[in-house]
């Protein structure tokens, strides 16, 4: 008799367990966005996987931050880039529905500002604050009507150091990079303001660039740290991001 009660008490906890893992599971991330610029768009480089430049294979320099986290997650997990090389706030307007609400993500990471800094300087074609901030606005609300969870990413940075920017044929000087440091703070802030306004979860790029930068860069060089060019990822700034990301998503 005792022996069945056991039985019959071992059956229950198994079964239980069993129901607990399926209530699990369906609360799992199934299908991840990441909506952005060239960064993203590099995101999901691979450097043992070529990529065409016009009619030439090319092999990356470095591993995105996408594929480094698909190569450390659940493979059950989709992870989609949906990066554009110089898109704005404005562009990621044009084709949000396109890319992600279409593709009905359960987690979609939204990282964007670098070109709505950068290109009012060297194109003047960036965007004013308030556009920055309404088309955000716009975006967010839409991918939450469909029951998405939002990152919010802040801006990094463009030239990794103080003072004028020199790399290259490059060259920007002292107030210019003030003016754009200025402008990636403010635009940073307008990000963690609508984390709180809209409840989105916030990854405060900017601060976590900023402060790995002040502590390893003894030469204040341009570049190299984080990025091979004063903006774009590096393997040690994919890293960075792929960490960052990564907690998110598990």
């Not at 016009?54 to 320099?61: A, I, N, Q, R």
């Not at 754009?180 to 409840?199: P, T």
């Amino acid at each position: 008799m005792r022996n069945k009660l056991f039985a019959c008490l071992l059956l229950t906890i198994i079964f239980m367990v069993g129901c607990n893992k399926l209530d699990n599971n369906s609360n799992d991330i199934t299908k991840v966005i990441f909506f952005g610029d060239s960064i993203t768009e590099a995101g999901v480089y691979d450097t043992e996987v070529g990529v065409l430049d016009g009619d030439t294979l090319v092999y990356p320099k470095y591993t995105g931050f996408i594929t480094m986290l698909n190569k450390k997650i659940n493979t059950q997990i989709d992870l989609i880039g949906k990066g554009i090389s110089g898109d704005k706030v404005s562009d990621l307007l044009t084709r949000y529905r396109r890319d992600v609400i279409d593709l009905n993500p359960d987690l979609v990471f939204i990282y964007i500002g670098i070109n709505d800094v950068w290109h009012k300087y060297d194109f003047g074609t960036g965007s004013d604050i308030d556009l920055y901030r309404n088309g955000l606005k716009d975006i967010i609300s839409e991918i939450q009507k469909i029951d998405a969870k939002v990152v919010l990413c802040t801006p990094t940075v463009i030239g990794e150091n103080t003072g004028e920017f020199v790399l290259g044929n490059q060259f920007k000087d002292v107030e210019t990079m003030e003016k754009m440091n200025g402008d990636l703070d403010a635009f940073s802030d307008v990000i963690r303001n609508l984390s709180i306004e809209f409840n989105t979860e916030l990854l405060d790029l900017r601060k976590v660039f900023m402060d790995y930068i002040s502590e390893n860069n003894p030469n204040n060089e341009s570049s190299g740290i984080l990025t091979y060019d004063g903006v774009h990822l590096n393997e040690t700034g994919n890293k960075l991001i792929a960490e960052g990301m990564i907690n998110f998503i598990k």
